[in-house]
């Protein structure tokens, strides 16, 4: 069976300071993947997406970026945090192709101080 | 651009009692929608995915119908209990992009 993980689950940084996320996938291979962030009392709002090893798709303007170094894995990073990246951030993956369901990790609660 | 919007914000019932949350969105051209529960500080986890070509779902106590050229979907909770106590969010994979756009969410209290 497919499984995701995603860590660490609780992370505080400094301002300014370099992040790097995690998510690995198990159990399917070339796998559409998606980092979403959620605000407190806000929805989600989806980040990045790849649908392929080193295909990255960018959202919205901020200050971080994403990688897909292997099909399975998928990282999330910034050079220097802000106060405004502190979140609950989300990784998932869906099958290739149009009819299927998304699943997701159990996420990074991110405090940047 | 699709928007996905959820009402009610939120909903405080009894024990027991058939509630139904709703979701629309703005573009019916749609590959799927998916309901999701989020329990606080958790991940999300799957509940039902409707494909377009679909009417409704069904899991346990739980079902979902989707009207695609009316850009609406309800989820349907039967005899509620304590632990549905949760946000739930629905999602649509809109055709011809390979995103999941989010409602903002129901969250629910049921009431022992």
Redesign the interface.
């Known amino acids: 069976s497919q499984t995701i993980h995603q860590w660490p689950a609780t992370l505080v940084q400094p301002v300014g300071s370099p992040l790097s996320l995690e998510c690995t996938v198990e159990g399917t291979s070339n796998p559409n993947l998606y980092w979403y962030r959620q605000a407190a009392g806000r929805g989600l709002q989806l980040l990045f997406y790849s649908v392929g090893i080193g295909q990255i798709s960018s959202e919205v303007p901020q200050n971080l970026s994403a990688s897909r170094p292997q099909d399975r894995q998928f990282i999330l990073s910034s050079k220097k945090l802000l106060l405004s990246d502190s979140g609950f951030y989300l990784c998932a993956w869906s099958g290739g192709g149009w009819i299927t369901e998304a699943f997701f990790g159990q996420g990074t609660r991110l405090t940047v101080v | 651009k699709q928007e996905v919007t959820q009402i009610p914000a939120a909903l405080s019932v009894p024990e027991g009692e058939n509630l139904v949350l709703n979701c629309s969105f703005t573009d019916s051209a749609i590959?799927?929608l998916?309901w999701?529960r989020q329990d606080p500080?958790?991940?999300?986890?799957?509940l039902l995915?409707i494909?377009?070509s679909q009417r409704e779902q069904t899991s346990g106590r739980l079902n979902a119908s989707l009207d695609k050229s009316s850009g609406r979907s309800t989820l349907y909770i039967a005899a509620s209990q304590p632990g549905d106590s949760a946000t739930y969010?629905c999602?649509v994979?809109t055709?011809g992009t390979?995103?999941?756009?989010?409602?903002?969410?129901t969250r629910l209290k049921v009431l022992a």
């Open positions: 590959y799927n998916q999701f500080g958790k991940g999300l986890t799957s995915l494909q377009s969010l999602a994979f055709s390979y995103k999941y756009i989010f409602g903002t969410g």
